[in-house]
């Protein structure tokens, strides 16, 4: 299945990487820098950003392999029959590892700080869906999953190729750290951009098992972020224990996806 595979050059990996990395760390800070008015117009720039990698996939694969790779190659990234187990795995996986943290909290005697979701149903649904469009989700995993894993597990293998995307997709979050407001300001720079890379593991095992369809990227990447906003166990006010714990949970997981046997695909 080969011929599923968008271009396998090195010119049109590289070729990713630069419009990806040059969309959203140009718009973030375009964003960041200058004080946009309307402020709406602020706003559109920081959450357009987050469209670069899914962006630069389309573009590359259109640039490379035309219009009948792209069409292969969009066929095979929305490729939905996969077993409903995994989209329940992609689902609810995350949200348990994270309710399982803040269980130990409580259970060390910690105090547990109040949910976002807590208020208003409305509220809270809508924000769950912004989270789906606009938070990252759509606007990441048609490059990370959709055309850089599945080029470089032809190449190196999935297992390889995880912890080459993870890198380069930890490095591409780097300016989220130095903008106000943003969740990253207040995480841990080196422990985010390790768990950056155990997520790609788990995000390239995921994918494997499912042949390489990003639908089930995509709701794992919309778990993690819904997750963490209605979950509170991102860092705030100083408490660190939830979300170390869950990156103990995480790099856990990771390692055991990593080293268990099975599948050895090398091209979706």
Not at 44 to 67: C, K, Y
Not at 178 to 203: D, E, H, K, R, Y
Not at 210 to 239: C, E, K, M, Y
Request: aromatic share 14%.
């Amino acid at each position: 299945m080969a011929d599923l595979v968008p271009s396998l050059q090195i010119k049109a990996l590289i070729a990713f990487v630069v419009l990806a990395f040059g969309w959203t760390w140009s718009l973030l800070w375009v964003g960041a820098t200058f004080t946009l008015q309307p402020q709406w117009i602020g706003t559109t720039t920081i959450i357009a950003s987050a469209f670069g990698p899914s962006l630069a996939g389309v573009t590359i694969v259109a640039l490379f392999d035309g219009l009948p790779g792209a069409k292969r190659w969009l066929k095979r990234s929305l490729i939905w029959r996969i077993g409903w187990g995994w989209y329940a795995i992609a689902a609810f996986a995350p949200l348990g590892m994270m309710v399982a943290a803040l269980a130990l909290h409580a259970a060390m005697g910690r105090t547990v700080q109040p949910s976002p979701a807590a208020g208003s149903l409305w509220l809270s649904a809508l924000i769950l869906g912004q989270i789906l469009l606009l938070g990252g989700p759509l606007g990441e995993e048609f490059g990370w999953r959709g055309y850089v894993l599945p080029a470089l597990t032809h190449r190196i293998g999935w297992r390889w190729a995880s912890l080459t995307v993870g890198g380069v997709w930890a490095l591409w979050h780097l300016p989220l750290f130095f903008i106000p407001g943003m969740a990253q300001a207040n995480m841990p720079m080196a422990l985010f951009m390790a768990s950056t890379v155990a997520l790609s593991v788990v995000f390239a095992r995921l994918s494997v098992n499912t042949r390489f369809s990003v639908l089930p990227a995509i709701v794992l990447h919309w778990s993690i972020n819904a997750g963490s906003w209605a979950i509170p166990v991102t860092p705030q006010d100083g408490v660190m224990q939830p979300y170390y714990l869950v990156m103990g949970l995480l790099f856990t997981v990771a390692i055991f996806v990593f080293f268990k046997p099975g599948p050895e695909a090398t091209a979706p």
